[in-house]
């Protein structure tokens, strides 16, 4: 396919009950990515999890009636993080994967994330290959009466993820003494993530475990950090963690309560594998919005930085293509290729925390490895029925940009792209004076808003 209507960077996402993310569109999903994965005469299964959303109550039947109408299993394992989709997916050997979540986005979006047997997701290809399904007739892939597929609900779901988490964490390690903040964003890791830090000994304080279909990622979590911060620093506790609504992306702050962001943790695992003689492809793959700073100090190590388009399934193509085990984005995408095929916040956390107990020092010493260059995004929100690609294109735009990368030219970055997710044009500039990266966003944030008029 020419263009994609459903499927942007990260699975399908949109408001819930409203096209694309309608039970109607999900059922067609689930019939389509079914039919796509039935492969040979064996019993054909998908895993489904969702994180807290009110909507994942009319998202999940209709996937699974999608599902079972092309002959395939449906195992449900309730609220996990996205991770544990992918980990359940290898482990029960099912063909299928899928997680229900629109990860940092408020209640009322919604999403359809497919992860394939080997639990990495799908590749561009392939999720085009599903949308021309979903888009044509798939009345020939319904399955005859005797042959229709079955659901049955996994209990024991979370305490599998629980225990895979916890093999990640160094054998020989607690966490005994230490006394840490746990944000799970209202979602899909409320009860599992204190759950995981506890079981290895820290003392956990709990926030944002209290989901009621609506307050997912609402003022906490790693979108809204700032009540973390506060209990870190009011609990004297050791270290906060903030994690989304699905879980697959963890922001941290020291005891003072200043934030270290997916960079500073890279940077910290980077230099543990490096240091143990476990880091391979001999440096880190990050996306375009990583800062200079860490690319600056991992070449002081002698490290290499990959770049990356923006998002995690890109920076996990680019490691299995170059050999790579460490990559991430700055916004806690943290992906351990020896444990994970996705983003995963909780066994990111626990290796930040392995670094902190086997240092015996506090987390601001610990935990900022680098210096990093100024650096400010913008967002610029698209009025509705305004195409992005034709305010990019537009003279006033072009012209603008071209003039900042002439200014910026060896000494900073510049980078405008648009949402994949949402109706936004991002901005994106960093340079070692700051007070012209203040300058540049925001002359091209209003350049941009005219343009959007």
């Not at 999903?29 to 019993?43: L, N, P, Q, V």
Request: aromatic share 4%; with cysteine.
């Amino acid at each position: 396919m020419s263009t994609r209507r459903l499927f942007g960077t990260d699975g399908v996402r949109g408001l819930a009950n409203a096209d694309p993310m309608t039970a109607d569109v999900a059922m067609r999903i689930g019939m389509a990515a079914g039919h796509r994965f039935t492969r040979g005469d064996h019993r054909h299964s998908v895993v489904i999890g969702k994180d807290t959303r009110l909507s994942g109550y009319l998202i999940e039947p209709a996937l699974t009636a999608g599902f079972i109408s092309v002959g395939m299993d449906v195992v449900l394992v309730g609220p996990i993080p996205t991770p544990g989709i992918a980990m359940l997916t290898r482990s029960l050997r099912a063909d299928l994967g899928v997680m229900i979540s629109a990860s940092h986005n408020p209640y009322h979006d919604n999403g359809i994330k497919l992860f394939g047997p080997d639990g990495f997701k799908l590749s561009d290809a392939i999720e085009s290959e599903i949308e021309a399904l979903v888009d044509g007739d798939l009345s020939a892939t319904r399955a005859p009466s005797a042959k229709l597929g079955r659901a049955k609900r996994l209990d024991d779901a979370a305490g599998r993820y629980i225990e895979f988490a916890k093999a990640t964490f160094p054998r020989g390690l607690r966490l005994d003494g230490l006394k840490i903040v746990v944000d799970c964003a209202h979602g899909a890791a409320y009860k599992i993530a204190p759950a995981v830090f506890w079981e290895l000994g820290a003392q956990v304080v709990k926030v944002g475990v209290d989901p009621d279909g609506f307050n997912v990622n609402r003022d906490c979590g790693s979108l809204h950090p700032e009540r973390m911060r506060e209990l870190v620093v009011s609990h004297n506790a050791h270290l906060g963690l903030a994690l989304d609504g699905d879980a697959d992306r963890v922001l941290l702050c020291d005891e003072h309560g200043n934030m270290i962001d997916g960079d500073q943790v890279l940077a910290v695992i980077a230099n543990q594998l490096r240091r143990d003689r476990q880091l391979e492809g001999g440096g880190v793959v990050a996306t375009v919005m990583s800062n200079l700073g860490l690319e600056r100090y991992l070449g002081s190590i002698g490290l290499t930085m990959k770049r990356t388009a923006v998002g995690d399934r890109y920076v996990v193509e680019a490691m299995r293509n170059g050999g790579y085990n460490l990559g991430g984005e700055q916004s806690g995408h943290i992906i351990m290729g020896k444990h994970a095929t996705t983003g995963d916040g909780i066994i990111a956390g626990l290796q930040v925390l392995a670094a902190l107990v086997q240092s015996g020092k506090p987390a601001s010493e610990t935990l900022r490895m680098f210096s990093p260059v100024p650096q400010k995004l913008q967002n610029v929100k698209l009025p509705a029925g305004k195409d992005a690609d034709a305010i990019l294109a537009a003279k006033p735009v072009t012209a603008a940009i071209a003039d900042v990368e002439k200014k910026l030219f060896g000494k900073g970055r510049l980078l405008i792209r648009k949402s994949g997710t949402e109706a936004l044009i991002r901005i994106m500039a960093e340079a070692d004076d700051a007070a012209e990266v203040d300058r540049i966003v925001a002359s091209l944030s209003e350049t941009i808003s005219k343009a959007a008029a």
